[in-house]
């Protein structure tokens, strides 16, 4: 059978390249929930390979990690050898009523559809406990390089368009009527690679391997324009993070 996740055949590159979430986040997520992380009962869907759950074990939560993909999964039980993790799905999670403080999902809500997700979070969490969702946008509306960037994926990428990263989301949360109170946080921050692992970073998205025959031309062509501007091979990427942390009655 084949695997449910897009993720799965790109499970190298994404271990390899993907960005971590600045502290600030985490700091911000406890602010917005009201509670520590450390100490909760944290259910983590789309975890992925992890990124974010280091971060939140580290931080002292009990973290079960639940994604529809088995090679991500796979990935993530070997960095963290023990952890619960569990296959499952978003829209049924495979777990009884009332276990969590707080579900997380990290660059992974934009995947589910809304409604059966967020009834599925409800019924999961203890009353008082939050939803929290979050993203690492790259914030460089104003750079040529991104704009060519995202011409390109639009004209290659089947579906592709740039405006995804704008959704409502806490007005789609607040409209759900699951939960009580929806707050929202931003903040900025930068990271520095060399033009390889951002490259290899491109191939971990979705909507690259989505390109198909022409991913390579498409990788050539960021590759020309990336080193037009950094033209040391060192490329400076700018971050906008997005938190919407959602509180159950
Ligand atoms: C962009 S990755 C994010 C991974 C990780 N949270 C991180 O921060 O790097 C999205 C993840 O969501 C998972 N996913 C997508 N739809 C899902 C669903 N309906 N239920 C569970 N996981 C899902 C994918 O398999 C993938 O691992």
């Given amino acids: 059978m084949g ?12 271990d390899a390249a993907r960005p971590t979430y600045p502290d600030r986040l985490f700091a911000d997520l406890e602010r917005l929930a009201g509670r520590p992380v450390a100490g909760a009962d944290v259910v983590e869907v789309g975890a992925g390979t992890g990124i974010a759950t280091r971060r939140l074990l580290d931080l002292g939560a009990r973290v079960v990690p639940v994604d529809l993909g088995a090679a991500m999964l796979t990935r993530l039980r070997e960095r963290t050898p023990g952890i619960p993790a569990v296959l499952g799905d978003a829209e049924a999670l495979p777990l009884r009523s009332g276990v969590a403080d707080l579900v997380c999902f990290a660059q ?34 104003d750079e040529r390089w991104w704009r060519r960037q995202q011409e390109r994926l639009e004209a290659m990428s089947p579906g592709y368009r740039r405006e995804y990263r704008t959704r409502p989301y806490a007005e789609e949360l607040r409209w759900t009527g699951h939960f009580a109170e929806v707050l ?17 970073w491109l191939r971990s998205k979705s909507y690259v391997a989505a390109i198909g025959d022409r991913q390579e031309d498409f990788l050539d062509a960021e590759r020309r324009s990336m080193l037009r501007t950094f033209p040391d091979g060192i490329v400076e990427e700018p971050f906008r993070t997005l938190l919407v942390v959602a509180r159950r009655p």
């Avoid at 967020?118 to 509306?141: C, H, K, M, T």
């Avoid at 946080?185 to 490259?199: C, V």
């Fill in 3 to 14: 695997s449910r996740s897009p993720f799965d055949a790109l499970v190298d590159a994404y």
């Fill in 108 to 141: 992974a809500w934009h995947w589910v559809r809304v409604p059966v997700a967020a009834a599925e979070v409800a019924r999961v969490l203890r009353p008082g406990g939050s939803l929290a969702v979050w993203w690492n946008d790259v914030d460089a509306e």
């Fill in 184 to 200: 929202t946080l931003g903040g900025r921050w930068r990271r520095r690679l060399d033009i390889d692992t951002y490259l290899t």
